[in-house]
């Protein structure tokens, strides 16, 4: 069982990474990317957590409702970065900060409040685990995309959103 799950992980991420980073997309193909990508992470995750199927199914709608307010927290914090910090005031300056602290702790707060949530469905040590692998997944599609001929490093910003 883990040799296939080790198996269709190593696929999904080898079918998908050298699509990742194609900046002339279309709409449906971009979204298919994605689709692809999420998959190859579920797969990943779940063998590095190494899920049963019955904690999988109570533990991925509880770790996806966790991924979109995590993301929404991080698409807020990037607004609050403006890309011509001079055309703002001090006070301006000052209410991004302060307001980019909130929800760095928001966020701390979502993760602590989770952290008990996946306890309930999840070992201690799985959720440990969890947490590892996001950041070498992460970091595996980071090498991957970053390494594609014609990739800047700029262009691997984002994924962990």
Same mark, same amino acid.
């Given at each position: 069982?883990?040799?296939?799950?080790?198996?269709?992980?190593?696929?999904?991420?080898?079918? +998908?990474l050298p699509l990742a980073g194609a900046h002339a997309q279309r709409g449906d193909q971009r979204q298919e990317r994605l689709s692809q990508? $999420?998959?190859? /992470?579920? %797969?990943?995750?779940?063998?590095?957590?190494?899920?049963?199927?019955?904690? %999988?199914?109570?533990?991925?709608?509880?770790?996806? $409702?966790?991924?979109?307010?995590? /993301?929404?927290?991080?698409? *807020?914090? /990037?607004?609050?970065?403006? %890309?011509?910090?001079?055309?703002?005031?001090?006070?301006?300056?000052?209410?991004?900060?302060?307001?980019?602290?909130?929800?760095?702790?928001?966020?701390?707060?979502? $993760?602590?409040?989770?952290?008990?949530?996946?306890?309930?469905?999840?070992?201690? *040590?799985? +959720?440990?685990?969890?947490?590892?692998?996001?950041?070498?997944?992460? /970091? $595996?599609?980071?090498? *991957? +995309? %970053?390494? *594609?001929?014609?990739?800047n490093a700029g262009a691997a910003d984002g994924p962990d959103d």
């Amino acid at each position: 069982m883990n040799h296939l799950l080790r198996t269709l992980s190593l696929l999904c991420l080898l079918a +998908v990474l050298p699509l990742a980073g194609a900046h002339a997309q279309r709409g449906d193909q971009r979204q298919e990317r994605l689709s692809q990508l $999420e998959n190859a /992470r579920i %797969a990943y995750l779940t063998e590095k957590i190494a899920l049963t199927p019955d904690q %999988a199914q109570k533990f991925w709608p509880l770790y996806n $409702e966790f991924t979109a307010k995590r /993301r929404d927290l991080n698409r *807020r914090l /990037r607004q609050l970065r403006p %890309a011509d910090a001079d055309g703002l005031s001090d006070q301006q300056l000052r209410d991004n900060i302060n307001q980019s602290f909130g929800l760095r702790q928001q966020e701390i707060t979502l $993760e602590k409040d989770y952290f008990d949530k996946f306890q309930r469905v999840i070992t201690v *040590r799985q +959720v440990g685990r969890l947490f590892l692998a996001e950041r070498q997944f992460t /970091r $595996e599609v980071l090498k *991957r +995309v %970053a390494g *594609r001929p014609g990739m800047n490093a700029g262009a691997a910003d984002g994924p962990d959103d």
